[in-house]
């Protein structure tokens, strides 16, 4: 069965840095791509970016409100996925799901419980 | 970008009812679809993929359908455990992008 397990949340000042990384279990991580989506507190969810597997050399996809400060890698010898965010404003304070995407692109369950991430000025 | 926009935003409804929610792509995205139901403070669970393929483990009474812009999720007969709020998605091209959720609240 499919395994997120999300890590590295945290408090962090405006301007600051914070790593976020995924443990994944129960799927062969290097055949899919993985996404990153956020959820603000009270808010809907918002599709952060994806990563693509070996086969399609990692390349990566970005909404445009992280691109240039956020970077999406993977690590398949851990089965891990990180999230690099850099630049770090009080609207980049969310709830942070790692996802595991299917070879039609949707979404597998379950998703991760997902890190809160909190950005103070 | 294409936008998705749900409606209704809110809808209050009773056990046995059924319920429908839309969801319009601002351009077209074949079947490409997906609705997700989430519950407070929980992780949001994948519903239907493909806008009718209902994933595995998910429950007959909940359906979907449409293609092109205009899609819908049913809930035949709503039960306790489906009050929730649900999101639409579409995977057609970067970026993805949900749609605003439809909150289900007990009449």
């Known amino acids: 069965e499919v395994q997120l397990v999300e890590s590295g949340g945290g408090l962090v000042q405006t301007g600051g840095s914070l790593r976020l990384s995924c443990a994944a279990s129960?799927?062969?991580?290097?055949?899919?791509?993985m996404d990153w989506v956020r959820q603000a507190p009270g808010k809907g969810l918002e599709w952060l970016g994806r990563?693509?597997?070996?086969?399609?050399?990692?390349?990566?996809e970005y909404a445009a409100s992280v691109r240039g400060r956020f970077t999406i890698s993977r690590d398949d010898s851990q089965s891990s996925l990180y999230l690099q965010m850099n630049g770090l404003k009080t609207e980049d304070t969310a709830v942070y799901y790692c996802?595991?995407?299917?070879?039609?692109?949707?979404?597998?369950?379950?998703w991760g419980q997902g890190a809160l991430v909190t950005v103070s000025s | 970008d294409i936008q998705m926009t749900q409606s209704p935003s809110s809808l209050s409804a009773s056990v046995g009812d059924r319920v429908t929610i839309t969801c319009r792509a601002s351009?077209?995205?074949?079947?490409?679809l997906a609705w997700f139901q989430q519950k407070p403070g929980k992780a949001p669970k994948s519903l239907i993929y493909?806008?009718?393929t209902l994933q595995s483990g998910v429950p007959s009474r909940f359906s979907g359908s449409g293609s092109g812009t205009d899609f819908t999720l049913t809930i035949s007969s709503l039960q306790p455990e489906d009050f929730a709020t649900y999101y639409c998605?579409?995977?057609?091209?970067?970026?993805?992008?949900f749609g605003g959720g439809t909150k289900v609240e007990i009449q």
């Open positions: 493909a806008a009718s």
């Open positions: 998605q579409h995977y057609q091209i970067y970026p993805l992008s």
């Open positions: 990563i693509r597997e070996r086969a399609n050399s990692y390349t990566t």
């Open positions: 129960g799927f062969t991580f290097s055949d899919h791509n």
């Open positions: 996802v595991v995407v299917a070879g039609s692109g949707y979404y597998l369950d379950p």
């Open positions: 351009e077209g995205i074949n079947n490409r």
